[in-house]
């Protein structure tokens, strides 16, 4: 019986064959996107109907079911199926057993309790299993001991046990359960991959053709990554760029003699979980059970109707100058002039499309899974300018040493990293530096800066002023135009014997003007001026200003304007005589009411003083004698302060009535302006 799980395995496989032979799919062509997808084309030749079979990833499942097409000339496709997400728990679902049953003819034995058996043998025995219990028995001649498997089935002459390990055969009496059991094996022999998933596409036509099956899944972003050579003359107007690629095979199968194309853009790509298994929530309604019936209260009611109803010029061509020749690395011999760049062996096909750029290369690749694979896919002269770039973000005292680059060629240009040699005039050739190109389109400019130009000296200062520019008055509003200026000032020192170009780049303010210099033919980039400036050579300092003005509005109510104000506006130079003079009058009248309005606290003052005099003297008058000459005294000031009082009164309203007429005056006369 020790082998008796293998005899159940060969009758799983006999009851469940597997399926007749399905044509494999060849890989033919591989398209990487920058965009991080990859599209995988397969090719068959079939006759008729055929199923094809294609093994992926279990974590490229998704993705293929998403994006998968057939093309068929000749024929139809019929659909796809693969194993679940879950293939064993699926297949055990509906068997009597689990997989953990299948790890010992005892644990299986032990599960199908019930069950119908024959026990083939010396003993033969046929019943339903009872119980199957391990038990330790001594070994002869002091061999210690063992653990054997008693199995009690329930028989026609009543319970009778065997030793399972003694059985030479057992054997199901259920066709049906003997079927299960062998399912169950092939489902377990088929899950040995299961990391993976192998695709049945069935296709349906007449005569022999060819299929092709494709698909969208996630891939390795490849990489360009480019080759600067700069002349020996500084002058020259182009210089050799090299662009290379580097792509990773990381498919999990090995690319043989595939037509491979690479594409640059960013592509909008979605996932979505297609091959889980979703269900809808559905609302639980309970039982309705016949209980005791509780008839309710009636509380009376009303009748129905009684219920109430309701937004630079072209740049002069660069001195000469030898940008980084000082920073060559000196070797211990001089080397020979090395040959020119070599070419590519190659010529790559290059296209734009709408919002991406296509290489096409010119004969089939091979990359074997998990290689890296570098090839040359642009290899042409290009317009190159030398030049000073300053950007006091990255380097307050001095410029970059910089290329400007033109794309003047049939297609753009990936993104990538630059590395930039210069050849001298003995034809040797040393590196400068590293420079980051972002994508290229055609006929377009990029800056390249590769290296710190410590030849050139910058200082930098930024000062700002605002002054009055116009002034009018309409509907008793000064309406104020200001201007406010800043200036930024750069004096320059570059080397004494090397003229320069010098690119300067300046934040631009929003809301604000390039006054200074000019700002035509000036570039705008990202927020920023790229100002060009020429350094002549020489030992002079030049200075350059960069100047923004905004014009800043502001108001004031004349009525109630503050004096102060409007007595600097109405000597100001910057507003009309007309402006000036009616600011003028304004004042002259806000000097009226304040006038009138003097009076009226001064009314106010003398009374003040009165009433408390009186309240002195009343205080007094209640510690002198009665008909005293001091009493006297002081009941005739008070009858003289009460004539004052009545005085003041009348001085007092004469007041008001001063400043309400001073201030209509004011605002008769505001209300005219304008």
Known sequence: MRHLLASLALLGLFAFPTLAFAQDLALKRVMLSSGGMGYFEYEATVEGDATLKLTVSLQQVDDVLKSLVVYDDKGGVGGLSLPGREPLAQAFKDLPFDQASLGSPAELLATLKGAQVTVG?????????????????????????????????????????????????????????????????VAIQGNRAKDARTIELSTRGTGKRTVRVAYIVEAPVWKASYRLTLGADPSAARSALQGWATIENLSGQDWKNVELTLVSGRPVAFRQALYNAYYVTRPEVPVEVAGRLVPGIDRGGVQ??????????????????????????????????????????????????????????????????????????????????????????????????????????????????ITIYERDKGGSVAYVGDARLSGFPVGETRLLAYALDEKIIIERDVSQADRLATGTISQGVLKLSRIVRQTTTYRVRGPAKEPRQLVVVQRRLPGWTLTKPDAKGIDISEGNYRIPFALPGGDQTQTFEVVQEQAQQQELRLVDGAADQIRVYALAREFDAKTRDALAKVLQLQQSVAEAERKGKQVDTERQQIVQEQARLRENLARVPANSDLQRRYLATLDKQESELETLAKRKAEAENGVETARDALRTFVASLG
Do not use: H
Request: glycine share 6%; proline share 11%.
């Open 121 to 185: 043998g010396s003993r033969a025995i046929s019943g339903r299993i009872v119980s199957v219990q391990e038990e330790t028995v001594a070994l002869g001649n002091d061999k210690g001991t063992t653990t054997r498997t008693r199995v009690t089935l329930y028989t026609e002459r009543g319970l009778q046990q065997f030793i399972l390990e003694d059985a030479e055969n057992l054997q199901f009496a259920d066709p049906a359960l003997r079927d299960k059991v062998g399912q169950a094996l």
């Open 304 to 417: 129905a109707d009684q219920r109430s109803k309701a937004s630079s010029p072209p740049m002069p061509a660069p001195a000469p100058y030898r940008a980084q020749q000082e920073r060559t690395m000196l070797p211990a011999a001089t080397p020979p002039p090395p040959p020119p760049v070599a070419a590519a062996a190659d010529q790559i096909e290059a296209s734009d499309a709408a919002t991406q750029v296509v290489f096409k290369f010119p004969r089939a690749v091979s990359v074997d899974n998990g290689r890296t694979l570098s090839i040359p896919i642009i290899d042409r002269q290009v317009p190159a300018m030398r030049m000073a770039l300053y950007q006091a973000d990255t380097a307050a005292r001095n410029p970059l040493a910089a290329i400007r680059l033109t794309n003047d060629g049939e297609s753009g240009l990936p993104p990538g990293i």
